[in-house]
């Protein structure tokens, strides 16, 4: 089944402590983004990604590092979460890139940062 | 001003009505316009693009008016399953990225 698949689905977790959200999907995209979604503001780019190697920062990078080694998995790293961190991150894929509109979202990972 | 705007509302609707959800861009170099819908605690998807001629999916009908810089979603015959955040996303312009709207929220009522 195609799909984009994140883990984990749900943390609590407290300020300062380092973490990493995956991502990986199975349908061979070279496009790959993180978004956060906040009550009143919608989703928000916070990295994305063309291709392997090649990483571009979004709206809202700060406080958040990716990588992409991998054309399947993208990663993104919170060296040391804050509160304003807390939200719902979400995962996107797409064959060629934010022109056509189709994204592929995994099910969300809710974050909580104490 | 954001980039898009949405009513957020929530829309109440009866079962078998049609309702219609306006969205507004800022910018007019903007190419290409979605819709998407959110279920609750669930993940964005695509429900159709927007063509300048309009489109139309089933009880879905997509609409783009360039000159007023909006975009509307028209559903008819209402069903429970429709309940759901719509949201509207642009791409293109200055960003040359894809903006989301913040949602309109949709309660089909039996």
């Known amino acids: 089944e195609a799909q984009v698949t994140q883990n984990p689905r749900y943390l609590i977790t407290v300020t300062g402590k380092k973490l990493t959200v995956t991502c990986s999907q199975n349908?061979?995209?070279?496009?790959m983004s993180w978004y956060r979604q906040d009550p009143g503001l919608g989703l928000r780019q916070i990295y994305y990604?063309?291709?392997?190697?090649?990483?571009d920062k979004g709206d809202v990078p700060e406080g958040y590092k990716v990588s992409r080694k991998e054309k399947r998995n993208f990663p993104l790293i919170l060296e040391s979460p804050s509160p304003n961190q807390t939200s719902l991150y979400f995962c996107?894929?797409?064959?060629?890139?934010?022109?056509?509109?189709?994204?592929?979202f995994g099910e969300g990972s809710r974050l909580t940062v104490l | 001003r954001k980039e898009v705007e949405q009513d957020p509302g929530p829309f109440n609707v009866p079962e078998g009505a049609t309702v219609a959800f306006n969205c507004t861009y800022s910018?007019?170099?903007?190419?290409?316009f979605f819709w998407y819908r959110q279920d609750c605690r669930k993940e964005p998807k695509l429900l159709m693009s927007?063509?300048?001629s309009g489109n139309e999916d089933g009880r879905f009908t997509a609409q783009l008016n360039r000159a007023s810089q909006y975009i509307s979603l028209l559903i008819r015959d209402s069903k429970l399953s429709d309940s759901a955040t719509y949201l509207c996303?642009?791409?293109?312009?200055?960003?040359?990225?894809?903006?989301f709207g913040t949602g309109t929220l949709l309660a089909v009522q039996p």
């Open positions: 996303v642009v791409f293109g312009g200055a960003t040359n990225k894809l903006i």
């Open positions: 349908m061979n995209h070279e496009y």
């Open positions: 910018n007019s170099a903007s190419q290409s």
């Open positions: 927007v063509y300048s």
């Open positions: 990604s063309m291709n392997v190697e090649v990483t």
């Open positions: 996107a894929s797409s064959l060629t890139g934010m022109n056509t509109g189709e994204l592929f």
